[in-house]
């Protein structure tokens, strides 16, 4: 069989850099369209976004044999029906460790972008709490760390607890974190849980700043965020806004890479 045809969706600027990428370097590439015409000799690979969550009508289309990839785009269920009606195979993007980190190292970078032109105050000194210790927990803390400000992380699990005191410069229980808030002059959500609820926000500086990084659901009551007036930031896909040619890279290295 012959080299992989890409087949890939174009709705966000990452897989659109992917897109000219592979047809550079001569591989077979063509867009997502709901007249595709696939030929039963070739083998496919399908790039959706990101953002992109399959349904079981979207799939009918994808040729026996194919190769999906995504970000947890699909239930179980769907996933389940692919492999045993069409022998499609589905990898998480993210199920790559390197390609992770590499992610949340350019989700911090947007943090730090983020932190810059949301405060009013020099970088140097800034006091600021993040909310999980995770990859994108600890990538944020260390970026901002080391361009002068003074970080905290707050976490709810032990392995987290043990590793977060090498990025940060005080760690946290989740359930210390009501007598701390009043002292951060931002705080970032990294958790994808309802942390900051209308009686956190109010323990918060009036000034402070607050992004939330989590996926949906997100951390933040942003309704009762609107009623009071905080200085709220929900930014999500920060890689494919700030660095959308990068994170463009990472993640075709990483589909290459896992079908050889």
């Known amino acids: 069989m012959s080299d992989p045809v890409f087949v890939i969706d174009c709705g966000d600027k990452r897989n659109v850099y992917i897109y000219a990428m592979l047809k550079k370097r001569g591989f077979g590439v063509i867009k ?3 007249g595709n015409v696939f030929d039963a000799d070739k083998k496919y690979v399908f790039l959706y976004a990101p953002a992109v969550r399959l349904t079981a009508d979207m799939t009918k ?3 026996i044999g194919s190769t999906v990839f995504c970000t947890d785009c699909c239930s179980g269920e769907v996933r389940e029906k692919l ?3 069409r022998n499609v195979t589905v990898f998480n993007y993210f199920d790559d460790e390197y390609l992770a980190v590499r992610n949340a190292a350019l989700t911090a970078e947007g943090a730090l972008a983020a932190v810059i032109t949301e405060t009013d105050k020099s970088l140097n000194g800034l006091n600021i709490l993040v909310l999980g210790g995770g990859r994108v927990g600890k990538c944020a803390a260390r970026i901002l760390q080391v361009n002068g400000c003074k970080v905290s992380i707050a976490t709810r699990r032990s392995d ?3 590793l977060t005191p090498l990025f940060a410069d005080a760690v ?3 359930e210390e974190i009501d007598r701390i808030l009043h002292g951060f002059d931002v705080v970032i959500n990294t958790v994808p849980a309802m942390i900051l609820k209308r009686e956190r926000l109010l323990m918060l500086k009036k000034d402070c700043f ?7 659901p997100g951390g ?7 009623e009071l007036g905080t200085n709220l930031m929900i ?4 890689p494919g806004k700030v660095a959308p040619k990068s994170a463009a890279e990472l993640l075709l290295d990483s589909v290459l890479d896992r079908m050889v």
């Open 220 to 226: 933040v009551d942003t309704d009762a965020a609107g």
């Open 235 to 238: 930014y999500l896909g920060v």
């Open 172 to 174: 946290y229980h989740f």
């Open 83 to 85: 492999k045993k009606e």
């Open 61 to 63: 289309g994808i040729p």
């Open 160 to 162: 987290e607890y043990v």
């Open 32 to 34: 997502t369209a709901s």
């Open 210 to 216: 607050v992004l939330d990084l989590a996926s949906k």
